[in-house]
């Protein structure tokens, strides 16, 4: 019998606490796992989950140094706080399983290498897809392969938008304010629609994918505010699907530079990622010599979140269960590297771009754009004139792949260029 | 350093050597595998892989009883030898690694009861959907679910077949001339489009997700001969593309019987796996509190398969080195399950039913198979009088779920009933 110190208990935490309590028709090693205490705020709250007063506390701190708890379970989320547990838990010697993303992209570093010298596991399958198994995957089931990109729709909430806005038609603000009234958006959106949460996550998996630490401010990010009615109809007529994907992938140059980046994307409608509505997540992994594989399904929730962490927990069961040393952790389930990856700087990023223009209607506009961005080496893969607004012209431009650095320089050049001095640029996105 | 004595070098063969040969970038345990001996049927046969001469043997029994090897990975397929070669291996004390799933659906009982009283693992994840991780995750990051239904996509050669006649519009024997001509489909194409294969490796995922052994003889199987290109048009005008699905569910109402079918099935467009297209496989799984989570990619090809098979080679490693005892099995990697589970009759299968009739074009047709069906029971869910032949009307009808029983008395109660005497049965085809 392992004894489980849970911290936290609220959405998460109860779908924990009730897998625990309800063990039937579930994995056998469950039986084994016992919840010896529970952290919470306040004892005498109501909930919706059963469970003895005694084993409520609300010294969290007395959790992670009891010295009967074998794991502990950090579901308070947040960072210096969960921080602070963890390592002291870890230094008590106790094993981890975290759903808290947040916490792992900005301290892992620290964290994982508290874990390694005191000989402990840092699960952290929860924190990344909600229920979808991803974590596991990239340590195990893939490690035959050489990872070459990591592609993933991993918020829910901003994906519910996006797929609400190009559904509807509706704004941006009012989809918002309709996500924060069903509980799929928080009071403070920040974390999600600014892309802080999609950058914390993939982090993590171009951690494990290409087996190196991230610095969180590697990672390029932009949100979906910006995103209009205007460019998913635009989008749309052209064949895509306005998502905001985190992607990670190697260099196809110097294979030694990665290149991380969250922002909204058009997707072509014919692949994978563009039927992904909703608040489901799904990552999409190109390997060498697998190809590509997808893992979809719920991203958030107190069911699939739960279910991830008790995955975690049957794991680290299995292992202390099969008599193993404590200094020889488990090779595929441990985090040992220290090296951070090298991350490409933000102007070699390479992608396609998509661009609309508003501009005066008059003749040669669109030779003029095709100039300036052809004088810069960017070459153009369509150019659609396509609306009208008053005496202006909207005109869409979608690129070939090229550089950050060459695609921002045409697009100066292009304000700078005289004979069409009246253009504005409405949007930039990227092109999967 | 553990050994590796690889029986077969085919097409996942010389996969799995070029990933063994060639570890730079993958999981550094792969530089612990060393490819100690190769079985082959002839030595001095030209091959697109390089390999020492001394490591070829024509002696297979000489490899699963070879001293120095650790692990045998069995990758020459078919049954009779097959079984005999693993279970000598097995008899020897090697760990055994398979992408073999006919011998696992048809032998697995007496495999997995000497693996587990030899204290050896039999691992399997190249068995089913070539490189996608579904057997791991099944008995490790789901075991915190209940597992309610898997729904598997698992036979790329028919899926491919059936997207083609649905692209083209070419009807089966051709579509399936030209997969062979692409080697996409084998000379003798029965195991592929009678649905032998989908039945062997949804036994295998039943056995894993629902904890007991499956008779491979208890699976309700359809091949796909029968799918029509008329009846690909009809479903498509109602909302539908056809599949060859495999499904394993628990029955709603008494919750011990399985029910296991495979058979070309109509699946609703906006589901999930309407769009997984050609050779790709995807397995759906339905879980309690999970919800639903699917694993899509290729199902077979070198790479892919050969994935799964060093994946599988990574976690023996990956035990071995943690100084396991071999009476003690990572309780989530084996296989220890003895008992058979409880498989409900075929008249019990509960499913929605695409039929289409062929009948004379006279008034009342319609209310006479409606009359029929609602007095056995069978509730309609659409009618539609699509197409006429010369004199004869084409009627589809869509049923809501109802037993297959209650749907076969039905449809003899249509063909002894006197007002409709000239009605014809064109087909019948499961609705998703």
Do not use: W
């Amino acid at each position: 019998m392992y004894k489980v110190g849970l911290l936290g208990l609220g959405t998460v935490g109860t779908g924990t606490a009730e897998i625990l309590l309800n063990p039937a028709g579930r994995n056998p090693l469950i039986r084994d796992l016992d919840l010896h205490r529970v952290g919470v705020k306040t004892i005498g709250k109501a909930r919706e989950i059963q469970l003895p007063t005694e084993i409520l506390t609300t010294d969290l701190e007395g959790i992670v140094t009891d010295p009967d708890v074998d794991i502990v379970v950090e579901l308070i989320g947040g960072t210096d706080r969960a921080r602070s547990l963890i390592l002291k838990a870890i230094e008590s010697g106790k094993h981890i399983v975290t759903a808290n993303k947040a916490v792992i992209a900005r301290h892992g570093a620290e964290i994982f290498s508290a874990a390694q010298a005191a000989g402990v596991y840092v699960l952290i399958e929860a924190a990344v897809g909600g229920g979808i198994p991803i974590i596991q995957p990239l340590k195990q089931s893939l490690g035959a392969n050489r990872i070459q990109k990591i592609t993933g729709i991993i918020n829910g909430t901003t994906n519910y938008i996006l797929t609400q806005m190009q559904d509807v038609g509706a704004d941006f603000a009012d989809v918002l304010a309709e996500a924060q009234r069903l509980g799929y958006a928080e009071a403070d959106p920040t974390a999600d629609v600014d892309g802080f949460d999609a950058a914390d996550k993939i982090s993590i998996l171009a951690s494990l994918a290409f087996n190196g630490r991230i610095r969180y401010e590697d990672i390029e990010r932009e949100g979906i505010r910006t995103v209009s009615v205007a460019d998913i109809n635009y989008a749309q007529q052209l064949g895509f699907t306005i998502k905001l994907l985190a992607i990670a992938q190697q260099d196809h140059h110097t294979h030694d530079q990665l290149q991380l980046r969250v922002g909204p994307t058009l997707v072509p409608k014919d692949h994978p990622l563009a039927s992904v509505n909703g608040v489901f997540n799904a990552i999409l992994v190109e390997a060498d010599p697998l190809g590509q594989v997808m893992f979809y399904g719920p991203g958030a929730g107190k069911g699939a979140t739960a279910s991830a962490v008790v995955s975690d927990l049957l794991n680290i069961t299995a292992l202390l269960q099969g008599e193993k040393l404590e200094d020889a952790l488990h090779p595929m389930l441990a985090c040992p590297h220290e090296d951070y990856c090298q991350v490409a700087p933000i102007t070699e990023l390479e992608t396609r771009f998509y661009a609309r223009f508003r501009c005066g209607d008059r003749p040669g506009v669109i030779g003029h754009l095709g100039t300036c961005f052809g004088d810069q080496g960017v070459s153009i893969e369509s150019v659609v004139q396509i609306g009208y607004q008053g005496d202006h012209a909207e005109v869409v431009v979608v690129t070939h792949e090229v550089t950050e650095g060459q695609f921002r320089q045409a697009v100066e050049a292009i304000h700078a260029y005289e004979a069409i001095d009246d253009i504005q640029v409405a949007s930039i996105l990227r092109v999967l």
